[in-house]
């Protein structure tokens, strides 16, 4: 066991210097701030905001930085990631509009309905007010077009990411003190691997208090009924096997074309794997009704055997975290592929103008400094310290190595508060979905952990050699799919609970549900994306 926590050791400094090598960092391209009379200009803006965040009309550092720099004031409505999908689908039904929708994921179908009508400003006819924006999408044009819509017009502004670290999915994290009392020297390698493991850590005393409270496996991401384990092991059965920015199809490599994904024999073979798992007990049961709070609070408390999360944050600051240990390649099972990798950007829009906004230029020239390299360290780091000890400061750059990091008392608080928490006064960007540059370099959010970027070097040679970018549609086009899709969620999660827990069987009733998917359109859809995948060079004509 010491052997491995060395080899960690050693590829930590080693592979954390080659992701951060990769970056680039624009110039900031103009500096004409203010942007209005200070005082003089106040927008509404509806917001995503997690349950740890605090009120974005609080007294937030980068909101008051901003509002000094551009002169211009926002008032914000936070809606609870947890109720956003509902609450934004509302919103725009009744045309109840603030002036921006700001971290708020509008899918690109979303972009194309009500861009078309109007609802939606196009952002092209503001380009030459957004130079730090339209620098990235030089150097990403894969970003560029995944936000361009079939009609040449652009709705939104996106996350960029362009360090692969960032782009990395939620993974398994495993303990090395789990693995020396069962006597594994190894992390799992294989799904069947995967499986003799959790059977056999089940009744490990975890946390010494002599109750069999442990769970061999917590989903303590965004649950989503098992989406997230999905992301982990889509990839060992062959499922989205261009990577993660097609939800529902993929390409057929047996027949040719496109497969939808949910119904193909792959996937009937990841359901009866993971029905496997969930009925031995080895997943958590407390998926379906506990929310991503409690699952996390399983993971410092010991009772997490090993946990799904995009890093190792939820033991973070626990007894636990020291026995952290990644997985660095996929779960070989009929393929051994690691799937869940993204583009440089996804289409979810993070920054909407709509057409009850007065100020358009002013609104696209605002969000653009978030584009810039200062808008960028101020987004995500924070305020600028002198050295890792200031107390006054949130960040540091350390000459020696040529590295930024945060400041001492945000990465090593004597109460085991996180960082994210401890950063709440000064930055936002804790939940995602941000208008802005993560980069591996200047996002010191958990997927650039040292261990978080041991596993995505490791992961990254498993990816698919040809990465998808979205495709998009027709505005028209587009409101039909966004319908569609959200019955196919509702179906596919019921489905896959209904397996797990054991009430439908795979046998008895799988092609009962394969048809009530086809109710939904699912040949229409497949025809939508058929073309479009050939349009974009995916497929042969």
């Known amino acids: 066991m010491k052997k491995i926590v060395s080899l960690i050791v050693a590829l930590m400094m080693v592979m954390s210097v080659a992701a951060f090598a990769e970056t680039e960092v624009p110039p900031t391209f103009y500096d004409n701030y203010p942007i209005v009379e200070p005082g003089s200009l106040t927008l509404e803006f509806t917001s ?18 901003l509002e000094e720099k551009t002169g211009i004031h926002i008032n914000w409505t936070n ?31 979303d972009q194309a309905k009500y861009g078309a009508d109007g609802t939606f400003v196009d952002l092209v006819a503001y380009k030459d007010v957004m130079p730090n924006l339209w620098y990235w999408y030089d150097e990403f044009p894969t970003a560029k077009n995944a936000m361009t819509q079939e009609t040449g017009a652009m709705y939104a502004t996106p ?62 991401g965004n649950t989503n009924g098992g989406d997230n384990l999905d992301g982990v092991l889509f990839g060992s059965f062959g499922l989205r096997n261009h990577g993660s920015s097609f939800s529902y199809v993929d390409e057929d490599y047996v027949n040719g074309g496109l497969r939808f994904i949910r119904t193909c024999d ?32 399983k993971c410092a408390t010991g009772q997490a055997l090993t946990y799904i999360f995009v890093n190792n944050s939820p033991a973070a600051g626990s007894p636990y975290e020291q026995y952290t240990v990644p997985m660095t390649q996929p779960f070989e099972g009929t393929y051994n592929l690691w799937t869940a990798y993204s583009m440089p950007a996804s289409t979810g829009g993070q920054f909407v103008i709509t057409e009850i906004n007065e100020h358009p230029e002013e609104s696209a020239k605002w969000v653009d400094y978030l584009y810039s390299e200062d808008g960028i360290k101020g987004y995500f780091l924070g305020v600028q310290g002198e050295n890792a000890d200031d107390p006054n400061g949130t960040w540091y750059y350390d000459e020696e190595t040529g590295l930024y990091d945060y400041t001492n008392w945000i990465l090593h608080d004597p ?24 980069t591996n370099s200047l996002f010191k959010g958990g997927e650039t952990w040292p261990l978080a970027v041991v596993s995505a070097t490791g992961l990254k040679e498993y990816i698919p050699e040809e990465v998808w970018a979205p495709v998009t549609f027709s505005a028209d086009i587009a409101k039909e799919l966004s319908a569609m899709q959200a019955d196919f969620q509702t179906y596919y999660r019921e489905f896959r609970a209904q397996v797990w827990q054991g009430t439908k069987s795979l046998d008895a009733d799988w092609d009962a549900y394969v048809e009530g998917f086809n109710a939904f359109g699912v040949e229409q859809y497949m025809k939508y994306y058929t073309d479009a995948c050939i349009a974009a060079g995916y497929l042969e004509g």
């Open 48 to 65: 995503m905001i997690t349950p740890v965040q605090k009120d974005y009309n609080d007294n937030i550092w980068i909101w008051n930085t």
């Open 79 to 109: 809606i609870p990631s947890a109720d956003l999908s509902q609450q934004i689908s509302l919103l725009l039904g009744a045309y109840d509009l603030p002036d921006v929708f700001f971290k708020c994921g509008i899918s690109i179908t």
């Open 159 to 220: 996350y960029l990411l362009t360090g692969y670290a960032i782009r990395m999915g939620s993974r398994i994290w495993f303990s090395s003190k789990v693995m020396e009392g069962i006597g594994w020297d190894h992390v799992p390698t294989t799904t069947d691997e995967l499986y003799d493991f959790l059977l056999a850590a089940k009744d490990f005393d975890y946390n010494e208090n002599g109750q069999a409270d442990e769970i061999p496996l917590v989903l303590s």
């Open 266 to 297: 792959d996937y009937k073979d990841y359901l009866a794997y993971t029905a496997k798992l969930y009925q031995a007990d080895l997943i958590d049961h407390d998926l379906f009704t506990t929310g991503q709070a409690e699952e996390i609070a």
């Open 415 to 438: 109460n085991n508060i996180s960082f994210e928490e401890l950063l709440n006064p000064y930055v936002v960007w804790q939940g995602g979905s941000n208008p802005s540059v993560a």
